[in-house]
């Protein structure tokens, strides 16, 4: 772990975001974030991968006690979102993970030590003080089982690796263009899948009209978020179309 730290920041009302700067991850560097609700029934969006778990619990520590934490979600199954779930779930004996049926059946109900509790797309879970949604996303950006979680309350869309930065940032911008940045990452990793529903499943999420963006990698993003959904939605379908014009190469 070297010398890497987890800052905290609070993003909106108590929502918090915990990150870890790998300056040598990918050229430029890449953050790392994991996301707190710190509501009565305190919810954690990303776990982070099992050799950060003593950095962010130390700094999940710093917002709320550790076996306070009742709800457990990310975006999709990989290690940096959720390899060190079970490490979470040893240290809240009460804590559930919450995730779409799909990705309970075919993933958590054989990896997470506790049964994790599936829920419906579009379904809403009330935390106490904030009201949670769960949307599924299909493959956006990547991932049968991807999915998406809205705090209705704070309007915070956490959106996995959907607009995706890399380098260091700080812990919000206001108002700033980071589809360029989205695309250019995406350059770099070719991590989106490119279908036909890719972007109207990013036009759903713009329908949200999101306050903030909630990036797993990057800052968090404060202002018209349907205005960055609708973006990486043109950007993609562009991308769609181009790609189509030409027949593929055996």
Known sequence: MGDMQTTVHEIAEDVYRMSTYVDDAVPGGFTFNQFLIAADEPL??????????????DAVAKVI??????????????????????????????????????????????????????????????????????????????????????DETTRTLFCGDLGTQ????????????????????????????LTPATAPTIRRLAGLAPRTLALMHGPAFAGDGAAVLDGLADGYAARLARATDHPAVA
């Open 44 to 57: 954690l969006f990303h776990t982070g991968p099992r050799a950060m778990f003593p950095l962010i619990s």
């Open 166 to 193: 890399t380098g260091d940032a700080p812990a919000i911008v206001h108002d700033t263009d980071i589809v360029t940045g989205a695309f250019a990452a995406d350059d770099m990793f070719g991590a989106t899948s």
């Open 65 to 150: 006690a550790l076996d306070r934490l009742r709800w457990i979600s990310f975006g999709h199954v990989e290690s940096d979102e959720c390899g060190s779930m079970n490490h979470w779930l040893a240290a809240a004996p009460n804590a559930e993970v919450v995730f779409n049926g799909l990705g309970c059946d075919v993933s958590l109900n054989d990896l997470a030590d506790r049964p994790p509790r599936p829920m419906d797309d579009d379904g809403r879970l009330d935390i106490g003080g904030h009201t949670i949604r769960l949307l599924t996303t299909p493959h956006v950006p990547h991932g049968w089982e991807a999915q998406v979680v809205f």
